[in-house]
């Protein structure tokens, strides 16, 4: 089984602040994606990373794949309210069925006005 | 365009009944799969279809969970005899099937399961 472990678990920051969540495994995986998930809704996909040493910019947002492919960083800049949410890893093993994914158990994000 | 949308949104229910979960999957989208969120455990994978098949039932926790999909779109969730550690977000979504890459997974709103 492999298992992503997302760190921290819990975040609480002001308005303004930068902030950085990470996503490690022991496993290597074939593409890595980032969700953001609100209270009451499913998660919605952010970005996926499939390239070892790959970095995606999303706004203020930066995402990174590790060289070895088996961790991954989600950087925010300058953080807002509007970035509160449940932040969570989902990666697809490597040599495994494309369609499967491993999940983290996430990061919680509050983001104070 | 309509996203994928689960009903109900919550169901409270008493140990022991069976309950049905639906998910309506985005129109064109041949690819659905079923995850159950616990607090503090993430999403876990339960089924994923292909059309009307299900070529991994792999997550599904045992015999009392089943699923079907029928003229490739609409599928339900049943659980039979629940349990009140089945209580938990029941997530669906659906994907365009691709033959390489990852496939991009949209998800409904999701369906909040109490059994009391």
């Known amino acids: 089984t492999q298992l992503l472990e997302q760190s921290p678990q819990f975040l609480s920051i002001q308005e303004g602040e930068n902030l950085t969540v990470y996503c490690n495994s022991s496993?290597?995986?074939?593409?890595l994606q980032w969700y953001r998930q609100e209270p009451g809704e499913g998660p919605v996909l952010l970005v996926t990373?499939?390239?070892?040493?790959e970095v995606k910019k999303l706004k203020r947002l930066t995402f990174q794949f590790g060289d070895a492919r088996k961790d991954s960083s989600l950087h925010i800049t300058a953080a807002q309210p509007g970035d509160t949410g449940l932040y969570l890893c989902?990666?697809?093993?490597?040599?495994?069925?494309?369609?499967?994914?491993?999940f983290g158990k996430g990061t919680l994000l509050t983001v104070n006005p | 365009g309509a996203g994928v949308s689960q009903s109900p949104s919550n169901k409270v229910t008493e140990k022991g009944k069976d309950v049905e979960l639906r998910c309506d999957p985005i129109s064109g989208h041949t690819a659905l799969y079923w995850y159950r969120q616990s607090l503090g455990q993430g999403l876990e994978f339960l089924i994923y279809?292909?059309?009307?098949?299900?070529?991994?039932k792999s997550g599904l926790p045992s015999d009392r969970f089943s699923a079907e999909r029928t003229g490739g779109s609409v599928s339900t969730l049943t659980i039979q005899r629940t349990q009140q550690e089945d209580s938990a977000v029941y997530l669906c979504a659906s994907s365009l099937m691709i033959m390489r890459g990852t496939h991009e997974q949209y998800f409904g709103p999701g369906t909040r399961l109490t059994v009391t």
């Open positions: 990373v499939v390239t070892g040493g």
């Open positions: 496993s290597v995986f074939s593409s």
């Open positions: 279809f292909q059309g009307n098949s299900a070529p991994d």
């Open positions: 989902a990666g697809v093993s490597s040599g495994g069925s494309n369609y499967k994914l491993t």
